[in-house]
């Protein structure tokens, strides 16, 4: 699959639309290179852009688009409420689908050091791909801002990694780096800029000092006033999402604001945000709430309510979240993206795959599917009342089985794929008929995986699926039954799958430990859909 590096470029212009677009223009231009997001601030004077590519295209993309900034941009008039050290003030490469973090510290140091030979100007390496401990932190680089950097860079502690130790009036200086996902976030109130500089200070991980520490780890944070908007922000950015989740920003700074009885008035996500992101904050606030929501689009409809990410802009996630964005450029979306026709055709086509794995997870899919039907037709009404507590519980399981089922279907034919791929390798020397040998079996062991991982995700289904059987509505009987025996009959697929390519593993431990699994899979599989008929006619009777 395509490796796909995400680069988000902050430029020391957020007023002046002939520049703004002219860096849009040198990114989205730039072969390999799509532009996703371009979010400019007035007050601020910055703008940020988001765009992917895979790591030879996205340098050439911050490449591109300093090129221009050299013409356009002048360091030596900029002023805004947003620190900064440099017309290009920071670039960094974020690993997004098939890339390493080590990849895109190579971007960083490439990109780095041909901006400095081409333009003459200073480049500091920060985050993962900081030389140094002290140089890590980005605001420590950036200390002093962009008046600091004549005496700055006379100081030898503070040679540039790339470029000059001199002093560039209108450029400033650019820091590059590679770093997890940021998420720009800011929280919005109606106060002054001291007060929400002052909430800033108690949250962020920085605090006051070392020996006044803030609340929150991996986040940084600062006040400023928005002119245009009339409204003072707490402006963070999470360094890690996964740490401190949105939802743990926003409700710390209502605490503080509620504490100085100051009006929290909805919050703003700069730039992109991971899905992943959004729905940790919805299952926060459906578990706070005691909700039951179970569709994505709804899901992140909660989070933009709660949040208020709708109070100075629409937010549209199709062009917010990445994986949208990412999947919307997509030309192949892989067989799950096909018309049900298109797949029945594409499998009843002259070639190995797609094949019984893709088959045998779409029967799980559709097993889990109806599962989940048959729960929410039990659920919600007014005959039906006293199993809505059983059925909140039910139904997630299936619901979140359906969409993770749905995957593998493309799952399997990429497993299957790599193993044609490795076959097809050189093998005229020893050493490659060594290497062709090995990527064979690896090739082998993914097919056998996917499979026995299908049947794995079954089996966590079938104490739901009795459950269900001894208390849905029984007008969808029938339903259930097909979900059970569409089930059965995907776990019967991945062990037919699963037993074709073990008889060519030559690694004897890992053939067993997978025929006795998946032995055992399907003898619970069986079990399970009987028992689950015998449930249905039980209570017809």
Not at 400 to 416: C, G, K, P, W
Not at 489 to 503: T, W
Request: glycine residues 8%; hydrophobic residues 45%; charged residues 25%.
């Amino acid at each position: 699959m395509a490796k796909l590096v995400e680069c988000v470029p902050n430029f020391s212009e957020g007023n002046n639309k002939e520049v703004i677009d002219a860096l849009a223009q040198a990114i989205s231009r730039t072969p390999g290179c799509v532009l996703l997001d371009v979010d400019a601030g007035a007050s601020t004077n910055r703008t940020v852009y988001t765009f992917v590519g895979s790591p030879e295209a996205v340098i050439e993309g911050a490449l591109s688009a300093a090129r221009v900034a050299e013409q356009l941009i002048d360091m030596s008039r900029h002023t805004g409420e947003h620190p900064r050290m440099g017309a290009l003030d920071v670039c960094p490469f974020v690993p997004v689908m098939n890339v390493s973090m080590e990849e895109c510290v190579t971007c960083a140091h490439v990109f780095g050091q041909r901006l400095a030979v081409e333009l003459g100007v200073p480049v500091y390496l920060y985050g993962e791909a900081a030389r140094e401990e002290s140089r890590k932190a980005l605001p420590a680089i950036r200390a002093g801002e962009y008046e600091a950097l004549p005496e700055k860079l006379a100081k030898p502690e503070w040679a540039p990694d790339f470029g000059p130790p001199t002093f560039v009036p209108r450029w400033g200086a650019t820091v590059t780096g590679a770093r997890t996902f940021l998420i720009a976030y800011n929280i919005n109130l109606l106060c002054t800029k001291e007060l929400a500089h002052r909430i800033a200070l108690n949250v962020r991980e920085q605090g006051r000092g070392t020996d006044q520490p803030g609340r929150l780890k991996r986040v940084q944070g600062i006040g400023w006033y928005l002119e245009e908007e009339n409204i003072a922000q707490v402006s963070t950015n999470l360094l890690d999402f996964e740490t401190t989740p949105l939802h743990a920003v926003y409700e710390e700074v209502c605490r503080d604001a509620e504490a100085l009885n100051l009006p929290v008035v909805g919050s703003q996500l700069v730039g992109l945000v991971p899905k992943k992101a959004m729905l940790d904050t919805a299952e926060f606030y459906i578990k706070k709430e005691k909700l039951f929501i179970l569709e994505e689009e709804q899901k992140i409809r909660l989070v933009v309510s709660r949040l208020g990410l709708d109070s100075l802009s629409p937010f549209h996630p199709r062009e917010r979240i990445i994986e949208y964005l990412v999947q919307a450029g997509e030309v192949d979306g892989g067989l799950v993206a096909k018309p049900l026709g298109a797949f029945v055709r594409a499998v009843g086509g002259r070639s190995a795959a797609p094949g019984g794995g893709s088959v045998s997870a779409a029967a799980a899919a559709l097993g889990a599917a109806l599962g989940c039907m048959v729960g929410l037709m039990s659920y919600g009404k007014r005959q039906f009342e006293e199993l809505d507590p059983i059925m909140r519980k039910l139904i997630p399981p299936f619901h979140q089985a359906m969409d993770e089922l749905v995957a593998m279907v493309d799952a399997d034919s990429r497993a299957f794929s790599s193993y044609m791929e490795a076959m097809k390798l050189p093998k005229s020397t020893p050493e490659e008929r060594e290497r062709r040998t090995a990527a064979m079996q690896q090739g082998l062991k993914t097919a056998v995986r996917v499979p026995c991982a299908l049947a794995e995700k079954v089996s966590g289904l079938w104490p739901a699926l009795k459950e269900l059987a001894r208390h849905c509505n029984l007008a969808c009987k029938s339903d259930i039954q097909v979900g059970a025996k569409m089930l059965e009959a995907a776990v019967f697929g991945a062990y037919f799958n699963v037993m074709i390519n073990l008889k060519d593993i030559t690694d004897e431990k890992f053939k067993l430990a997978m025929s006795q699994k998946v032995s055992e899979l399907l003898e619970e599989a069986k079990q399970g859909s009987a028992l689950v008929l015998a449930l249905l006619e039980k209570r017809a009777a």
